[in-house]
């Protein structure tokens, strides 16, 4: 299985940790990670597998087509270029699971995008983990944002050992 992850570049020390037990846990269950590409949780969680003998996808924008830079990720077994953000998301998209940790602006917009798609498509997951995303969810909900319709695609959890699919 491909196992997509989520979530800043620029975390918490207890965040990046989060994001390495998760890549360990997907190179552990055998299963391989798919990420960002970049630093933070995408370094973290692509360390965490491959020092685990895992494999660890990160899908990058062509550098050539944003102006910003990035943090480097010399944890990563293969790169995947796409020359927009769009494309870049709907390839982190085709993954059997999709695994939210603690994001900022560019984690919300992968969290609305692969979630419409969903929706739209009538078909797959998100897991978003912890109190921040518990607390998204929450407000989203309340504030209307959110139908029933809509709660098929999302599953909160309190943290990566409430992943279902990771457990042996």
């Not at 997509?4 to 269950?29: C, H, M, R």
């Not at 055998?30 to 995408?42: D, V």
């Not at 370094?43 to 996808?57: D, F, L, M, Y």
Request: hydrophobic share 40%.
């Amino acid at each position: 299985m491909i196992i997509t992850v989520f979530g800043t570049g620029t975390p918490s020390e207890k965040g990046y940790q989060e994001g390495y037990e998760l890549g360990k846990k997907i190179a552990l269950a055998g299963h391989t990670l798919k990420n960002g590409g970049y630093g933070g949780i995408m370094k973290a969680s692509a360390k965490g597998a491959t020092e685990a003998g895992g494999e660890a996808i990160g899908v990058r924008i062509n550098p050539e087509k944003v102006a910003w830079t990035c943090l480097e990720n010399n944890f990563l077994t293969k790169i995947i270029i796409k020359d927009t953000l769009h494309e870049r998301i709907m390839e982190l998209m085709d993954a059997d699971y999709i695994v939210v940790l603690d994001g900022k602006l560019g984690t919300l917009e992968e969290i609305f995008v692969v979630w419409n798609e969903f929706f739209a498509k009538g078909k797959g997951k998100l897991y978003l983990v912890g109190e921040k995303n518990k607390k998204l969810f929450e407000f989203l909900m309340k504030n209307g944002f959110l139908n029933e319709e809509h709660l098929p695609f999302i599953e909160v959890v309190d943290s990566i050992d409430d992943l279902e699919f990771l457990k042996n």
